[in-house]
């Protein structure tokens, strides 16, 4: 700014001069001629009026004049032009002066006068002539330096003088700038309307207090919807990557932290490999980048995660990325559970009908002896009612699933429930040689009766099928200030520690074998699951192996 202001100083001081230079010249010039001839015209009046008749030589007065007139010339010129007489040259050698400018107007008008530049360039000639009474011309003349001679003769002196005047000119630019500019360097931006400078700085300072409002407000609504981002991406259950164009992590939520078990301080401003390495992720994402959708499955720590990568585009043009995280693990358990449950029924259902169709194409064929039909009936009644058991278990199962009751829930009393069922299952108690035991006080629950006595019969019987022989089967109904609670207790051969955790899943068994042998579905306990869920309750396991087992139904008030 400082060279600017001298700049355009040393501008100023220019166009100045060139302007007085402009202005002053032409009136100095003015003034300078009109000066010139009007000593000449004075002098022509002098020496006039000492003259009666242009004599060969002037009278001695005459000589007088001429004398203190000096340097100016006298010239006496006749009529026709010839000249009678020249003061610094001999008349006879002078050529005729009748075309002269000032002698023609002086003949004309009485009196006239020109000026010629001399053969310097520096110097003019002015000439005055006055008409006299005898038609003779008196003319003088004096030849003095120009303006502009006098000006060319001063030019070191102005030259000098510009210089001083801008030596000057840069000290005065330099101060008033120093003056400028330090109100404006001690400024206090942040709070404009306290400053205390020149009026002029005024309106800038109401501008800047003004755009500091704006900016204060504009930085306000934006600290606030960073604070509503990150408080949603935050809470964001799916983790949630923001990518530059080059990999870099501009933003990761804590989800996404913990899912690449890193923090979010460390990665962020990092490239995205320092999250993961896995393969499928950086095809993703490199795919991503260069401006396509893309899809990848990664598994951390025993989950499922699914990433959705999309590019984000300004103007056409791939400046980063979005990568969402979603954990599909429940989904990928539940596909797998699906496959194992169509795998698990198409083989259930194999066996039966299998068997079925074995004895039935015997009986066909006439395979069968006579005594042995009724047999081959019995097997085909077994199978078959094995079949449709497994098919209501299943359908059962489904409706607990989607959450359905077959029935709607009344008041049961789970005691006189728990007696009902162990009176059903007493046949096959006696067979394995177990004893059912049956105590505790009257507990009403409001529930879905069929379910429930559907749960207390699929528990009563596994204890009883997974018995020893003489063993027993306690069950206990018990009214606690939190909730009641139905116990199924057994002293059969027990769950071992590492099958105590699926003994629940469908179609799970701890001894194939033997379940088979049993005609069991391997769905019992995964109705006793679904059911307390649908009555709200919680189902707990503890088994010993060679000791017994025994679950608790805890339903809640």
Known sequence: MRKRIIGHMILLVLFTVLVLAAFIIPRVTAAFEAQAYGALKNAAGVLAASLDEPPEQPPEQSIDVIAALR??????????????????????????????????????????QDSRLSRTLNRRTYYYAQHLADGSVLRVSDTRQTVLGALLDLIPALILSFIVVMVLGALIASKLTALLVRPIDTLDLENPAENDVYEELTPLLTRLQAQNQRIDNQLHAIKSHGRAFDTITGNMAE??????????????????????????DAVAGRHYMALARDLPMHDAVKLTLSGSTAEARLERNGRFYQLLANPVLMEGVPSGAILLLLDVTEREQAEETRREFSANVSHELKTPLTSIAGYAEMLAAGMVQPDDIPEAVGKIHAEARRMITLIEDILALSKLDEGQAPAPKEQVGLLSLARDVSAL?????????????????????????????????????????????????????????????????????????????????????????????????????????????????????????????????????
């Open 71 to 112: 340097p100016i010339r006298v010239t006496w010129i006749a009529p026709d032009g010839s000249i009678l007489y020249e003061s610094n040259a001999n008349p006879a050698e002078m050529e005729n002066h009748g075309d002269r400018i000032e002698v023609i107007q002086a003949i004309q008008h009485g009196e006239g």
């Open 239 to 264: 983790g949630l990557v923001v990518l530059a164009a080059d990999g870099t992590v501009l933003s990761i939520n804590r989800s996404a932290a913990r899912l690449f078990d890193a923090g979010a």
């Open 425 to 557: 299952l007493s046949a096959a108690a006696d067979a394995q040689q177990v004893s059912i035991m049956v105590d505790g006080e009257e507990a009403i629950v409001s529930g879905v009766r069929s379910i429930l006595e559907e749960m207390l019969f699929n528990l009563m019987e596994n204890s009883i099928k997974y018995n020893k022989p003489g063993g027993k089967v306690c069950v206990g109904v018990q009214n606690t200030g939190e909730g009641i609670t139905v116990t199924v207790a057994d002293t059969g051969v027990g769950i071992a520690p590492e099958h105590q955790e699926r003994v629940f899943e469908r179609f799970y068994r701890v001894d194939k074998s033997h379940s088979r042998s049993t005609g069991g579905t391997g769905l019992g306990l995964s109705i006793v699951k679904h059911g307390a869920l649908l009555h709200e309750a919680k189902v707990a396991l503890k088994s010993t192996v060679g000791e017994g087992t025994e679950i608790k139904v805890a339903f809640l008030h």
